[in-house]
């Protein structure tokens, strides 16, 4: 797989994560794989509940360690599993290596505190730098990220920033230790249209000049298709399709990808015509379907798919979907016409 | 589509006229102008998409147009008839005809109510149903229209997913047989295979029912897609209006060229290709708008006339109506 566009910096293999609550297991990861590559975005696409954040956060260990089970898996950087590691080692990864970019900016920085400490407080702790040359390298990452007047922004508390300013002072603060890889969950999801493009522009651009990898979780088709190189479509708590975004896009090979292309009103759709929704609702993580998640709701399913998980087919070197419809005994079906830019 | 755009004003008069409507806000001493000063009007079973970004006034503007606020300056018209002048049973009528429906279904739907009470309020306060049978028949009707069951109407709000809230404040909305729905935002809190869902059944609805709405949301794709004409507002002021289609085929104002170039479409060659309009900057503070053209602190075209020329709103070709400055001629 990693042979294609260089290695794999990340690699995340059968994870299986779980949650104990009032109401019973809530398996919210049930086996994803995918990799990272230096250098690239990976998307990861899914409606709420697909488990895509649960997956990031896990990549960071940052799900609440009370109620967390992990049911197995690994997810291996730099030759080791950080699921492993204790919590100790863990402290010179998450931030230095891997850092991460929350949806709502006003609510991943301390409001009490000004902008300008939350940086160099980064900056003392894990590069040992004196209070001069952190004050220095936070004026830096703010102009880095596109802030002007640095140094007096430097001095003011969250609040005098607007949403669009506050996600990247969130951004300069994951960038502070120069991170091999970027965990973005939302990022633009809280921000207007304008803005969005303010922050996705940054994302590229910094990508470019800094050789990150990122890993963008992202519930909207167009931001995917404007930033990302590949993509791992999520849905009950499994990746079911990856792939090129033009694979994905133009060639997708799971009901599901296509009821979710399918859904989405395009600019240049017809008017008179009623978008294709997908019935139904997303299974529920306490008591997950026995064989592939998305059966109840998916127009082709054959009595095989309630039974039992459908393996990979491989498409291409990149391109991979789980799903009965390509077992040789599956009948022919063919990918609805009204897809995005289906050619 | 077509027939809803061909009726409407052919038959005397529109459903709803908003003549110079404005809403300020008093913060502290200073007033902040949510809304100043806007003009349109709403046809008989058209739809109006209202479009912006956060602070726009948009919402404002629905919240007036049913009569949560009063407004600061300027009339509403429905039907003739100045909306905010109206009393007592007169004003209770207007309450029925104009319904809203919430952005967040888990906010605006009484979490200790049994989904057939919230649906039936309207029906009580109204008395439109005579005795319970009546009164539960209609809720059954309701519920099965919007494409939940009947059994549902004994149910809490938070047994159902966020879809199928949406679609229980659509059924209290309609409760009332209303003839104008402002829907604020109705789709944004759902993820896209339901948000298809909901907008097809508000579709659907407004072909049966002959309903007229006010759609307001920031997303451009899905405002498009529903909507007959479209606003697009900037800082309280509406900077351009004309039919869906014409508006994004052909954008005029600045703003609404920005807000276009920026919205990602989900296609990955077309957006290999685009070229963008990114905007510079923040939209600035209500409280102290840009004297002249609210736009020019962002606009890459602003010159220095712009600090003290209102731009003009006008018609500049059938139907397409245009804050105009110096860049449209």
Not at chain 1, 7 to 30: C, H, K, N, P, W
Not at chain 1, 230 to 257: D, L
């Amino acid at each position: 797989m990693a042979t294609v566009n260089g290695e794999a910096i990340l690699s995340v293999d059968d994870l299986r994560i779980s949650f104990s609550t009032y109401a019973g297991e809530v398996q919210a990861v049930r086996g994803a794989t995918f990799d990272l590559r230096r250098g690239e975005t990976l998307a990861i696409v899914g409606e709420s509940g697909s488990g895509k954040s649960v997956a990031a956060r896990s990549i960071m260990r940052l799900n609440p360690e009370s109620n967390t089970i992990v049911r197995g898996g690994e997810i291996i950087f730099e030759g080791e599993d950080l699921l492993k590691l204790s919590e100790k080692r863990m402290l010179d990864i998450r931030g230095p290596k891997i850092a991460m970019v929350f949806q709502d900016p006003m609510t991943s920085l301390d409001p009490t505190m000004r902008v300008g400490r939350q940086i160099i407080e980064s900056l003392k702790q894990h590069l040992g730098m004196s209070g001069r040359q952190a004050a220095e390298r936070a004026a830096e990452l703010l102009e880095l990220v596109g802030i002007p007047h640095a140094e007096a922004r430097l001095k003011q508390y969250p609040h005098q920033f607007s949403g669009g300013m506050r996600q990247r002072v969130v951004i300069a603060i994951a960038l502070a230790c120069d991170p091999q890889v970027l965990i973005a969950d939302e990022p633009t999801t809280a921000l207007d249209v304008t803005i969005q493009a303010q922050i996705l522009e940054l994302l590229r651009e910094l990508q470019e000049r800094l050789g990150m990898s990122i890993v963008l979780i992202t519930h909207d088709l167009g931001v995917v298709a404007s930033t990302a190189h590949r993509i791992a479509v999520m849905y009950g708590g499994k990746i079911i399709e990856t792939g090129t975004v033009r694979e994905i896009f133009y060639t997708p090979q799971m009901p599901y990808t296509w009821g979710l292309l399918a859904s989405i009103p395009l600019p240049t759709a017809d008017r008179s015509q009623d978008l294709i929704p997908i019935p139904g609702t997303p299974p529920d993580a306490t008591d997950p379907p026995k064989g592939c998640p998305f059966a109840a709701r998916c127009p082709y399913a054959m009595r095989i798919c309630e039974d039992e998980v459908p393996g990979y087919t491989t498409f291409s070197d990149e391109h991979r979907a789980a799903c009965w419809l390509h077992h040789q005994m599956a009948p022919n079906v063919e990918r609805p016409a009204r897809i995005t830019g289906a050619k | 589509m077509t027939e809803q755009t061909q009726n409407g004003s052919a038959n005397g008069r529109p459903l709803l006229e908003i003549k110079d409507l404005k809403k300020y806000f008093q913060v502290g001493r200073e007033s902040l102008k949510a809304v100043d000063g806007i003009t349109l009007e709403i046809n008989k079973g058209e739809t109006f998409g209202l479009v912006g970004e956060s602070g726009c006034g948009k919402s404002t503007a629905g919240r007036v147009l049913v009569r949560l606020y009063e407004p600061s300056g300027g009339e509403v018209l429905f039907g003739g008839k100045n909306i905010h002048e109206a009393k007592g049973d007169e004003g209770k009528v207007l309450n029925r005809k104009m319904q809203m429906v919430f952005q967040d279904p888990q906010a605006s739907l009484n979490p200790r109510m049994v989904v057939g009470d919230i649906v039936a309020e309207g029906i009580d306060i109204h008395g439109l149903a005579e005795g319970k049978k009546e009164r539960l028949d209609r809720v059954h009707e309701l519920l099965e229209t919007v494409g939940l069951s009947r059994e549902h109407a004994h149910r809490y709000p938070h047994e159902f997913s966020g879809g199928q809230r949406q679609r229980i404040g659509v059924a209290r909305a309609l409760a009332v047989d209303p003839d104008f729905i402002v829907a604020d935002e109705p789709v944004s809190a759902l993820d896209v295979s339901i948000q298809a869902q909901v907008i097809n059944l508000m579709k659907k609805l407004q072909r049966e029912r002959d309903l007229t709405y006010l759609f307001i949301s920031h997303d451009l794709s899905v405002v498009k897609y529903i909507s007959d004409r479209v606003g697009v507002m900037y800082l309280g002021v509406m900077v351009e209006m004309a039919p869906s289609e014409e508006l994004y085929a052909n954008p005029l104002h600045p703003y609404t060229q920005a807000l276009l170039s920026a919205v990602p479409i989900p296609d990955p060659d077309v957006e290999l290709e685009r070229e963008r309009m990114v905007l510079e900057g923040d939209v600035p503070s209500p409280v102290n708008p840009p004297s002249g053209c609210r736009f020019r602190t962002r606009c890459p075209y602003a010159t220095e006339a712009c600090g003290h020329e209102e731009p003009v709103w006008r018609e500049v070709s059938p139907e397409h109506w245009v804050a105009a400055c110096h860049c449209i001629t």
